[in-house]
């Protein structure tokens, strides 16, 4: 079955960052992600990770100014440098916490910019990244992300984001697969998954449309993540749900999809 790992950007947000290690091993999971450590020396989480016999399997880039609207800085102009200074600073964070995979963020290019060049500037820095985690054993991956959440973004469908991990090679790059957005901008969540399961190096998970937990929206989990299962996914599915409750409260879904 699945193997689930604990999002800690989303969940256990009842107590501060760095406790939300011990919940969610309590809670059963062996394995977490988050979007940004960037805030607590990487040491601090070693130390948690360690405590609690947790794996690290995914956390983001730097992604340019967050708190300010950006949401990563690859597709936007004059920012080469601080993209890269920002995939060495999470190639510091990945030695440390033994994470073997980055999501690296495309950006929101403004109004006045052209879409083509933007792209251009995608594709050639994520490149660049690619190659330079290779060189770490880190694997970057890509995630389209749904319009509503994130409008403009630079990446919006699972189609786009196959050819730019043809283009730039499956054994550097690889698709993030988020049944979440992948719901919301263009549905056929199993057939999708089947064709692309070559090139998915990671998913993640919340329900339709509220990003709540499994089992509060539209989507038939039953069915989706047996499917999953039966096409030889052997991969992580990270918990990137906000729960609609208290966290625990909210866990119930989870246990008959454990192995
Ligand atoms: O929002 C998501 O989905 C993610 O996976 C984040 O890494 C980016 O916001
Ligand atoms: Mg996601």
Not at 46 to 73: H, I, K, S
Not at 129 to 156: K, S, T
Not at 224 to 253: K, N
Request: charged letters at 25%; glycine letters at 10%.
């Amino acid at each position: 079955m699945p193997r689930f790992a604990a999002n800690l950007s989303m969940m256990f947000n009842e107590v501060p960052f760095l406790d939300r290690f011990a919940l969610a091993r309590q809670a059963g999971f062996e394995a977490v992600e988050f979007l940004f450590p960037y805030e607590h020396p990487p040491e601090s989480i070693r130390e948690r990770l360690d405590g609690c016999g947790l794996r690290q399997v995914l956390f983001n880039a730097p992604p340019g100014d967050w708190a300010g609207g950006e949401r990563g800085t690859a597709s936007l102009p004059d920012r080469q440098a601080e993209f890269r200074a920002g995939i060495e600073t999470a190639l510091r964070y990945a030695a440390a916490l033994g994470c073997p995979r980055l999501h690296v963020m495309g950006g929101i290019p403004g109004p006045g910019q052209s879409r083509e060049a933007a792209r251009a500037r995608y594709v050639a820095n994520l490149a660049w990244a690619a190659e330079r985690c290779q060189q770490e054993g880190v694997l970057v991956l890509i995630e389209p992300i749904n319009r509503h959440d994130m409008p403009g973004y630079i990446l919006g469908s699972s189609d786009e984001a196959a050819a730019i991990v043809e283009a730039i090679g499956p054994e550097r790059i690889a698709l993030q697969y988020d049944l979440y957005h992948t719901q919301i901008t263009e549905g056929d969540l199993t057939r999708r998954a089947e064709r692309l399961l070559p090139i998915i190096g990671h998913m993640q998970l919340a329900d339709v449309p509220h990003r709540h937990e499994p089992g509060t929206g539209e989507i038939a989990w039953d069915y989706v993540l047996g499917r999953i299962d039966a096409m030889g996914y052997r991969g992580w599915i990270g918990c990137e749900y906000r729960p609609a409750g208290e966290t625990v409260a909210g866990l119930g879904w989870i246990e008959r999809f454990r192995a």
